[in-house]
Nanobody, 116 residues
């Protein structure tokens, strides 16, 4: 089993920054990719950013240039640095891990609220 524990969410004013962390633990043989998703009230969960092979990154258009995803392979931890936050970034952010065997794991979610 794999457990994902997220931290770093909170309340911030528009234009501010937050850094999310997600630490994976348990029996992990190989990680294909890690990602951050978010879900705002009344909306579907959407991909924010992902990182595979430790270096290949992909971002949603809405966060390009503002968010940066990174990964510490030694710690099985993924980070999301969020700068220039906007009220529309308000959502519950979820960490996702996909193993080399295509198994999907999710964190419990962390709330990010951006006030205007």
């Amino acid at each position: 089993q794999v457990q994902l524990v997220e931290s770093g969410g909170g309340l911030v004013q528009a234009g501010g920054s937050l850094r999310l962390s997600c630490a994976a633990s348990g029996t992990i043989f190989a990680i294909r990719a890690m990602a951050w998703y978010r879900q705002a009230p009344g909306k579907q969960r959407e991909l924010v950013a992902d990182i595979s092979s430790g270096v290949i990154t992909n971002y949603a258009d809405s966060v390009k240039g503002r968010f940066t995803i990174s990964r510490d392979n030694a710690k099985n931890t993924v980070y999301l640095q969020m700068n220039s936050l906007k009220p529309e970034d308000t959502a519950v952010y979820y960490c996702n891990l996909v193993t080399a065997l295509s198994r999907n794991y999710w964190g419990q979610g962390t709330q990010v609220t951006v006030s205007s």
